[in-house]
């Protein structure tokens, strides 16, 4: 499944019963005996497939009659690979679990205490916004635990509704996600809110003529009440709304719970977590010295810099070439450890967007009952309490101690055979555009000795410096996609260097062939190599690798005239569409200068390079989200786009 496919599903989930798809697939509920541990009390409306007794472990976590409440996250429908590592599309889909485990004290039971637990299943990633429904319907639970409360909160999530909520692509999620303008895309929120009012309005009024004319306004419809239209201030309400987020409710046992949809996340991001938590905790035991990292075996797919290492580097080469890693917890709520985990997912997918298939290997909470099926998936994401595994280096291949802040690589963990050269399966996964690229970037570099080997090093650096300066969580995990991104285009330069390089091959690609010999060999590469194909095949743009072209514009100060005049001119032969307009916005977010480095082309000396631009900007102007793009840029730019505009006519 390509990440587009990724995001369909989570639409599809969202269209309700219309599509015969739902909110919320499953309700369970567990609780412990004292005679007979944890056993699964009820799943409604129906089984879920899985066996009960793992279910009920992992809704009671260890440690969970210590604390009065606690949060566990898990995953149904994982899909082992086969005998090749191998991964089988099709098949139920991934089902994310959030579940709510609480303990009260009660001197009339034995052991003075009883623990529910009560989980929501449901195929949308922001499983977070079932938190306040689930402590509701808990409470409700303790009161009266029959099947009829269960029905009642599965009839409450299923209604919410979010047929109004406007399903974006890819390339649009990504402008709306970093978007300085908070009303990025409003027309199309606006457009599908006049349309709920027209619906409500003459549901109200019995007006079945507005209903089926669907050219009907809230307008017409408060003129024919004799009535003071409110459209038009509920309009201007609405510009002031956050179209990153999607306002809906729940209506449960009563109270009405509002809902904030998140819009913009990522194929790879699950639920409320922070990447921020996950990098401050690990980056106090850095590398800089002998032994300050985490090294331990010096594995080359692992300690890229030897013993100088940082510990998060050693953590996302892990992630990257499918290492065993396990998040240990000892003492802390299962929630806390079930958020690591669901960071790192979204650290080695690239802010959770590069690359996927790293969530279902991932086991956000874990116990020794489940170990069988933890170790019958290659470079599984576990987070466990138990202290146990600590003790068993031979279950894992790098243990993240959350209560130490330190990463440790087991002794046990077997050096790669020698690195051979990529099959010609990859060689012939790439296209010549690609390949054109990689050898550009290698040859503008190649002068610069000692850049690569520092280059970890000023990504760490570069992270934990917008930390204390306080970037958000989006900031942050943008920084962490651009680093992915570039790892991932060394790929082709490997198999081109590979074929065709001399001994003193690029200084950039030896510094990282072995973590790519890794990465080569993981799941994560195939999917990569499937989704590079189907993105190519949906692209809108054909002919040109847009973002690398934008790349060129930003970070290449050097570049010809006659490169720079290629670029602009072949942008301008073949931005055309709206849809095309949007592909290019999608590689020029606002937040990391918007258009940027496309304005620099109206003061460039060659009149071609200058009307290219002009003819480009008209397009974009002409486009919703490129509207907003344009009034947001910086006001000598708007001057120079007028004025050339105006020359040119």
Same mark, same amino acid.
């Given at each position: 499944m390509t990440a587009d496919s990724d995001r369909d599903a989570d639409s599809a989930a969202a269209g309700g019963d219309s599509m015969q798809q739902r909110n919320v697939e499953y309700i369970l509920v567990a609780e412990f005996d004292i005679d007979?541990? =944890?056993? /699964? @009390? &009820?799943? !409604?409306? @129906? =089984?879920?497939?899985a066996d009960d007794s793992h279910l009920a472990e992992l809704m009671l976590p260890d440690g969970a009659h210590a604390r009065e409440s606690d949060w566990t996250v898990f995953f149904l429908n994982q899909k082992a690979p086969d005998a090749d590592g191998r991964v089988a599309d099709g098949g139920a889909p991934l089902l994310y679990v959030l579940n709510l485990v609480r303990t009260k004290h009660d001197k009339e039971v034995r052991r003075g205490a009883v623990v529910k637990a009560m989980a929501v299943c449901t195929r949308h990633r922001f499983i977070h916004i079932y938190q306040a429904m689930l402590m509701l319907a808990l409470e409700n639970y303790y009161r009266a635990p029959t099947e009829q409360t269960l029905a009642e909160l599965y009839a409450a999530a299923n209604s919410m509704d979010l047929s109004r909520m406007p399903q974006l692509s890819r390339h649009e999620t990504t402008i709306l996600r970093f978007a300085d303008d908070q009303n990025m895309f409003e027309e199309r929120f606006a457009a599908l809110e006049d349309e709920r009012r027209v619906v409500d309005a003459a549901t109200r009024d019995g007006d079945c003529d507005a209903m089926a004319g669907g050219d009907a306004t809230a307008d017409d419809a408060a003129a024919r009440r004799g009535t003071v239209s409110e459209a038009g201030r509920v309009r201007g309400a609405a510009r002031n709304k956050d179209r990153r987020f999607f306002d809906t #409710?729940? +209506? !449960?046992?009563? +109270?009405? $719970?509002?809902i904030r949809v998140p819009m913009t996340v990522y194929p790879e991001e699950i639920g409320d977590f922070s990447l921020i938590q996950l990098l401050t905790t690990f980056a106090g035991a850095g590398g800089g010295a002998p032994g300050g990292g985490a090294g331990l075996g010096g594995h080359? &797919? /692992? #300690?890229s810099s030897g013993p100088y290492t940082h510990p998060i580097v050693v953590l996302m080469n892990a992630l990257l070439t499918q290492k065993r890693v396990i998040f240990l917890g000892h003492g802390r709520p299962a929630g806390e450890v079930a958020n690591y985990v669901l960071a790192a997912v979204a650290l080695g997918s690239g802010g959770g967007g590069v690359l996927r298939g790293f969530a279902n290997r991932a086991f956000p909470y874990t116990n020794l009952t489940n170990l069988d099926t933890l170790l019958a998936f290659p470079g599984y994401i576990a987070g466990v309490t138990n202290p146990a595994f600590e003790e068993h280096p031979e279950w894992w291949d790098v243990l993240c101690n959350i209560n130490t802040g330190r990463i440790a690589v087991s002794p046990a963990l077997a050096a790669p055979p020698a690195a051979r050269a990529p099959a010609d399966a990859l060689r012939r996964s790439l296209d010549s555009v690609a390949l054109a690229r990689s050898r550009s970037l290698s040859a503008r570099d190649a002068a610069k000795p000692d850049r690569w080997n520092n280059r970890d090093a000023e990504f760490v650096q570069d992270l934990l410096l917008a930390i204390d300066r306080h970037y958000g969580e989006v900031a942050i995990r943008a920084k962490v996609e651009a680093y992915v991104r570039r790892? +991932? =285009?060394l790929v082709p330069q490997l198999a081109h260097v590979h074929a065709n390089a001399p001994a003193d091959a690029d200084r950039e690609l030896a510094f990282y062939q072995a973590r790519i010999d890794g990465f080569v060999a993981s799941h994560a590469f195939h999917n990569a190599v499937a989704d590079r194909r189907a993105q190519h095949a949906a692209s809108c743009v054909h002919g040109i690798d847009v973002a690398h072209m934008v790349y060129a514009l930003r970070t290449a100060a050097n570049l010809d005239v006659n490169d720079v005049e290629a670029?602009?001119?072949? $942008?301008?032969e073949q931005v055309v569409s709206d849809e095309q307009v949007t592909e290019l916005l999608a590689a020029l977010p606002q937040s990391q200068g918007g258009l940027q480095p496309l304005a620099y082309g109206f003061y460039h000396p060659s009149p071609a390079i200058r009307l290219h631009t002009v003819r480009l900007f008209e397009r974009i102007e002409r486009n919703m989200a490129g509207a907003r793009y344009v009034r947001s840029t910086n006001f000598f730019h708007q001057c120079a786009f007028s004025n050339l505009r105006h020359a040119f006519c």
């Open positions: 007979r541990g =944890a056993i /699964l @009390r &009820h799943q !409604y409306p @129906r =089984a879920t497939g #409710e729940i +209506v !449960y046992s009563g +109270v009405k $719970l509002p080359p &797919h /692992l #300690e790892f +991932v =285009a670029i602009f001119k072949r $942008l301008d």
